[in-house]
């Protein structure tokens, strides 16, 4: 046990994110009281059933009263709704922070409702996985993972301090930058690649010539490891497409020249750009690997599955 860091903590919205989080709270014994909210009834039913918190409800603003912290797990286009209904039932001092892949668009959105009295610290964690609702949380989703603060100016550093403290004991790394960097950051490591496994699923998808079977039953060749991406949370990363969008147009723009290049140099044959890309590419793996954000194990560091006889 780590000890209670907050009285009250509020959870609005209870997706992947928020319900990994309610494990750790639990887990950790960080919170003397826990605080459900999300619009859906039955969301909200199945979190109480997963005993996620210790009281349930659907209304956020009721959530946040008398909250110290006030974590919103949302879909990044919902930023704004959930400001205005919490703002007036914010708790002086109370600590308001994120979840939200985009910061600049959230931080437009939620600032300008955040009462002058509370701390609002837009936050990131860089973890997740393609499964959402409620049921996909886990205790340790965090441990290992990034978290990216991008705090607005003039934030008190003491509530900047009482964050990092709590998402290093769900076992995070915390990093700060603006949030314009982050976004740009965020648009090639994530977002682009959530882009082109959806895109390249969709192209499968469409193709006449190769039956929907074929691609099932031949998908460990590749194909499987962009499925898993492309299973993500549709409403998420439709608001991801909308609220990043610079950034994101900007690294497709940069991924459309690179692939002309490539398709150049399929076209005549030229050995020698095509192997320094992919020698090139390589290193990159290794030095995620090194980096400690995967393991350098087969099968993308997945074990087979079990086959019983």
Request: negative net charge; aromatic residues 6%.
């Amino acid at each position: 046990m780590s000890g209670i860091q907050f009285d009250r903590i509020a959870l609005i919205g209870i997706g992947l994110i928020g319900s990994s989080i309610a494990h750790d709270l639990k887990r950790l014994g960080l919170a003397k009281e826990v605080v459900v909210s999300t619009r859906s009834a039955e969301t909200l039913k199945r979190a109480e059933e997963l005993q996620l918190g210790d009281r349930y409800t659907p209304s956020s603003a009721e959530a946040v009263k008398d909250a110290d912290l006030v974590i919103v797990s949302v879909p990044v286009g919902a930023s704004e709704s959930v400001a205005k209904d919490i703002a007036a039932h914010l708790k002086p001092g109370a600590i308001v922070t994120d979840v939200g892949s985009t910061k600049a668009s959230v931080i437009a959105q939620m600032q300008p409702h955040m009462p002058s009295n509370v701390h609002f610290i837009p936050g990131h964690p860089l973890a997740g996985t393609e499964k959402s609702g409620p049921d996909a949380g886990f205790p340790g989703l965090f441990k290992g993972r990034w978290c990216i603060f991008t705090p607005v100016p003039g934030t008190d550093q003491a509530a900047i301090k009482r964050l990092r403290d709590f998402w290093e004991t769900l076992g995070s790394r915390v990093d700060e930058m603006d949030p314009e960097h982050h976004d740009k950051v965020l648009a090639i490591v994530s977002h682009l690649p959530h882009l082109i496994a959806y895109n390249i699923v969709g192209t499968a998808d469409d193709l006449e010539t190769v039956t929907e079977s074929e691609v099932i039953k031949y998908s460990a060749s590749g194909f499987r490891d962009f499925t898993r991406l492309a299973a993500s949370d549709p409403t998420m990363w439709r608001d991801v497409c909308l609220h990043n969008r610079d950034a994101i147009l900007e690294m497709l723009a940069r991924f459309s020249e690179d692939l002309a290049s490539l398709q150049r140099a399929i076209r005549w044959g030229e050995g020698d750009k095509i192997f320094d890309l992919f020698t090139r590419t390589r290193a990159i793996r290794r030095s995620i690997v090194e980096a400690g954000q995967d393991v350098d194990a087969p099968d993308f560091g997945r074990h087979a599955l079990d086959t019983k006889e």
